[in-house]
């Protein structure tokens, strides 16, 4: 966009210009954050009055004017004096506007009052309007662009997403293993009180009562059973699998192998054939889609047999929150094979199976770098197409070394959540880690919640 602006001697009455704008709303938390406004009825993922409805703030709507005068006419230069606004009609998130001034008067002192209004696109509805009396640009500007720094807004419209899918859903009754600490109580009773699970308590009593009083929470109506070791908590939350008792287990404040054990044994456990393996379901500011990272905290150095089980799970958890056909991107540091990188034969094999269908549900690429598996630009300048390279929702990562790390470089540097689900076994197993949010720990119940649904039917 080029910006020019008119000075005083330029300008005549009817002169006109124009803006559209399409409201997002994100537009409205980073009017929010700017602003200090933080009345629900604007923000999307809040319930200000019963109508998750994002109602464009009246004086966001009344910007708009102001940027046809900061950008066209007058143009750069222009300074307000005054500005008087009639409020006729309300706009919403999703909405296109039109924003227009025309210009009614000019002054000897070099000042100029414009008629402003802004109309909603279709419809042609008056939103606002008003007069605006500015003093002209004093110097020629010309600008071939102007370089604003670009905005992302941190909320997780995704797991806010997953959220109003799974509290409509039967709660989930949930072993939960060792809730025995602050942090691995508050997802089980969080996750409760919006209805997506029903906790059964596993553990230490004494440890679970000074647990929940130091949360301030209370404990009354939940089922708890006692087990005074955590392998014994482990092999009981198995147990109330195996009796058609619950749905899901939860880890609570215990390492990850002492949960796992009991679920691999080969009589007694939740073996269903494939290799447990587990998967970030993560929500990144910015990123159009969930982001599956896979897997980063169960199989180490994982063969191609197992990297099958890998993406197999992650294709079917994508499909549960709603992506038809998951894209996966198997990565590498290349994205051409190379027989020095081992990764790159793997990527290129799994890309192979799944065409051939020992992979099924989705479409499978590989090997790809990180930059051409998630930018499409970086994809188009390497010469890669297909459905796959640019826009992958699935990264499936060489081990768990670079599984860690990327799943950490998401939450530290780019803000991410991540839900932590553990797939393989004969129900979804919630991983949460004691440095999750409330809102991470609710996702992975969400998740869990969501999948168990599809692939009972329904069923609690």
């Known amino acids: 966009m080029i910006f020019e602006n008119r000075l005083w001697e330029d300008l005549q009455p009817g002169m006109s210009a124009e803006l559209r704008r399409l409201l997002t709303a994100d537009d409205f938390y980073v009017f929010a954050a700017a602003s200090g406004n933080h009345n629900p009825l604007h923000l999307a993922?809040?319930?200000?009055?019963?109508?998750?409805?994002?109602?464009?703030?009246?004086?966001?709507?009344?910007?708009?004017?102001?940027?046809?005068?900061?950008?066209?006419?007058?143009?750069?230069?222009?300074?307000?004096?005054?500005?008087?606004?009639?409020?006729?009609?309300?706009?919403?998130?999703?909405?296109?506007?039109?924003?227009?001034?025309?210009?009614?008067?000019?002054?000897?002192?070099?000042?100029?009052?414009?008629?402003?209004e802004v109309r909603r696109m279709g419809d042609d509805a008056l939103i606002v309007a008003g007069e605006a009396r500015v003093m002209a640009p004093k110097k020629r500007m010309r600008f071939e662009e102007i370089d604003v720094p670009g905005l992302i807004v941190q909320r997780h419209r995704h797991f806010e997403r997953l959220l109003q899918i799974a509290e409509p859903l039967p709660a989930l009754v949930t072993s939960v293993v060792c809730p025995e600490a602050d942090h691995a109580l508050e997802g089980a009773l969080i996750a409760a009180e919006h209805s997506i699970l029903t906790p059964i308590l596993i553990g230490d009593p004494a440890k679970i009562e000074a647990a929940a009083k130091?949360?301030?929470?209370?404990?009354?109506?939940?089922?708890?059973?006692?087990?005074?070791?955590?392998?014994?908590?482990?092999?009981?939350?198995?147990?109330?699998?195996?009796?058609?008792?619950?749905?899901?287990?939860?880890?609570?404040?215990?390492?990850?192998?002492?949960?796992?054990?009991?679920?691999?044994?080969?009589?007694?456990?939740?073996?269903?054939?494939?290799?447990?393996?587990?998967?970030?379901?993560?929500?990144?500011?910015?990123?159009?889609?969930?982001?599956?990272?896979?897997?980063?905290?169960?199989?180490?150095?994982?063969?191609?047999?197992?990297?099958?089980d890998i993406v197999q799970n992650a294709i079917d958890l994508a499909i549960s929150i709603g992506i038809a056909e998951p894209k996966v991107g198997v990565l590498s540091a290349v994205e051409t094979v190379n027989p020095a990188i081992p990764s790159s034969i793997?990527?290129?094999?799994?890309?192979?199976?799944?065409?051939?269908?020992?992979?099924?549900?989705?479409?499978?690429?590989?090997?790809?770098?990180?930059?051409?598996?998630?930018?499409?630009?970086?994809?188009?300048?390497?010469?890669?197409?297909?459905?796959?390279?640019?826009?992958?929702?699935?990264?499936?990562?060489?081990?768990?070394?670079?599984?860690?790390?990327?799943?950490?470089?998401?939450?530290?540097i780019s803000h991410a959540e991540g839900a932590g689900i553990v797939m393989g076994a004969k129900v979804p197993v919630i991983l949460n880690s004691r440095s999750d949010s409330a809102m991470a720990r609710l996702a992975?119940?969400?998740?869990?919640?969501?999948?168990?649904?599809?692939?009972t039917g329904g069923s609690a």
């Open 45 to 116: 993922a809040e319930d200000g009055d019963g109508q998750r409805e994002a109602v464009a703030p009246g004086m966001f709507v009344a910007s708009l004017i102001s940027g046809v005068l900061g950008n066209i006419l007058p143009g750069p230069g222009t300074l307000y004096q005054m500005q008087n606004l009639v409020f006729h009609e309300r706009a919403h998130a999703g909405e296109e506007l039109i924003a227009r001034v025309t210009v009614t008067a000019k002054e000897a002192d070099g000042s100029v009052t414009l008629a402003t």
């Open 214 to 308: 130091a949360i301030g929470k209370s404990l009354e109506g939940y089922e708890i059973l006692a087990a005074l070791s955590h392998r014994e908590a482990a092999q009981l939350g198995v147990d109330l699998v195996n009796q058609g008792r619950a749905g899901a287990i939860m880890k609570g404040h215990l390492h990850t192998d002492d949960l796992l054990k009991p679920m691999l044994d080969k009589v007694t456990g939740l073996r269903i054939g494939r290799r447990f393996t587990h998967i970030f379901v993560m929500d990144v500011p910015g990123v159009s889609h969930p982001l599956l990272v896979t897997d980063a905290a169960i199989n180490i150095a994982p063969d191609l047999a197992t990297k099958v």
């Open 346 to 412: 793997d990527a290129a094999l799994l890309s192979k199976m799944a065409e051939r269908g020992q992979i099924k549900g989705g479409a499978v690429d590989g090997p790809l770098a990180m930059d051409n598996a998630v930018d499409l630009g970086a994809a188009r300048t390497k010469g890669l197409r297909g459905s796959v390279a640019g826009q992958a929702e699935v990264l499936v990562v060489p081990g768990i070394d670079a599984g860690n790390m990327l799943a950490k470089q998401l939450a530290y």
């Open 444 to 455: 992975s119940a969400a998740v869990a919640a969501i999948h168990h649904h599809r692939m």
